[in-house]
Nanobody, 128 residues
Framework: VQLQASGGGLVQAGGSLRLSCAAA?????????MGWFRQAPDKEREFVAA????????YYTDSVKGRFTISRDNAKNTVSLQMNSLQPEDTAVYYC?????????????????????WGLGTQVTVSS
């Protein structure tokens, strides 16, 4: 599957952005679980949010709970990340990723190695 993330940009603290990830695959998009990760300069890539193949289960890292919302539209082969109340510490390159198994657990959703395909990232910069 090929993944293309978009929607990043520069925003002031307290602002919002909506990231989207479009998937192109010969396999049905609704067979993949999807995740968002981010990587700040000089830091390791970290888990942000994930959603199972049906969209019925979602997972978030603690620092974004209540501010970010992950969703998917299987008819449009897209997964989105609505980011509200952005803070400077949210500044990073954001990556979407696909898991061919489709089913996640609280633990597996957070693991980079769980995901089989990665898109190029989109930069999010939050100014103070």
């Amino acid at each position: 599957v090929q993944l293309q993330a978009s929607g990043g940009g520069l925003v002031q603290a307290g602002g919002s952005l909506r990231l989207s990830c479009a998937a192109a695959s010969g396999r049905p998009f609704n067979s993949y679980a999807m995740g968002w990760f981010r990587q700040a300069p000089d830091k390791e890539r970290e888990f942000v949010a994930a959603i199972n193949w049906k969209g019925t289960s979602t997972y978030y890292t603690d620092s974004v709970k209540g501010r970010f919302t992950i969703s998917r539209d299987n008819a449009k082969n897209t997964v989105s990340l609505q980011m509200n109340s952005l803070q400077p510490e949210d500044t990073a390159v954001y990556y979407c990723a696909a898991d061919t198994y489709g089913i996640l657990t609280e633990r597996s959703a957070r693991e980079i190695n769980e995901y089989d395909y990665w898109g190029l990232g989109t930069q999010v910069t939050v100014s103070s």
